[in-house]
């Protein structure tokens, strides 16, 4: 079963009275548990798919379905219940003034949750900070714990996806290791579906069992994880991506197609 259907996403901004057209008649599905990764360029459209399907971008035409019913132009308390979004930059998702308490109690508050403390206590714990962190700020935290807070917070309301824009780009490369392999094991303990936009193919290589990828606001390809292992990438595009992330060599070279 899909539990994230999309067919035909099109998104259109108005730029200095020009329309740029973001997303182009884009197409996927994502099965319960299953990790989705989203690879290409800055511009190629990837962010773009996920914060339409968060309404944070306009869509001008297409069909988003989550849980097999469509969603309406503005998303409700239900759908931030089934989805949360794990933004970039940890530091910038975080409320400079607010504490880690105050970070994730807000949503239990927002949805009347009853039994706060103890969903805040298990969300540090689930996320490998323990009570000391509870009351300290984001400046007070490295990059790599401000960004197991915004997972802990993302994942305190128990949805059903993430939706992870680039989320350890803005990390150091020992320190994404750690939140990767956590972002893992959330998804294993919890059943957890992922949608993982990166521009680092060998990330979602490591997360994902299938990858779309695009540019320029369009699908180019999908592929499993043992395509890409084994370089069956049909695209010149996707190899070169193949080539640059990777460390592979392109096997010849060939017309666009």
């Known amino acids: 079963m899909y539990i994230l259907d999309i067919e035909e996403l099109a998104v259109t901004y108005t730029k200095d009275r020009q329309k740029i057209r973001a997303l182009k008649d884009v197409s996927f599905q994502v099965k319960q548990g299953e990790s989705y990764g989203i690879v290409g360029e800055s511009g190629s459209g990837k962010s773009t798919v996920l914060r339409a399907i968060c309404g944070l971008a306009p869509q001008s035409h297409g069909s988003i379905l989550v849980g097999q019913k469509p969603l309406n132009a503005s998303r409700d308390f239900d759908f931030y219940r089934q989805v949360q979004m794990v933004f970039q930059d940890p530091y910038a ?3 400079p003034r ?26 540090l714990t689930d996320v490998g900070l323990g009570s000391d962190f509870r009351f300290r700020y984001p400046h007070q935290l490295s990059g790599g714990q401000r960004q197991r807070v915004a997972v802990a917070r993302a994942l305190i309301l128990e949805p059903q996806i993430l939706l992870l824009d680039e ?69 010149v595009y996707t190899k ?15 017309k666009p197609q």
């Open 93 to 95: 998702s975080l409320h």
């Open 98 to 123: 607010h504490t880690v308490d105050h970070v994730l109690s807000e949503p239990l508050t927002i949805h009347r949750f009853d039994d706060c403390e103890a969903r805040v206590a298990r969300a």
């Open 167 to 235: 989320p350890t780009s803005a990390l150091d490369a020992s320190i994404q290791a750690e939140v990767l392999n956590l972002l893992d094991r959330l998804r294993a303990e919890r059943g957890l579906t992922y949608v993982l936009v990166s521009h680092d193919l060998s990330v979602v290589a490591h997360m994902c069992e299938r990858v779309m990828v695009m540019q320029h606001g369009l699908v180019v390809e999908e592929l499993t994880r043992q395509d890409l292992q084994a370089r069956r990438a049909t695209k």
């Open 240 to 254: 070169a991506l193949l080539a640059a992330t990777l460390g592979y060599r392109a096997d010849e070279k060939e």
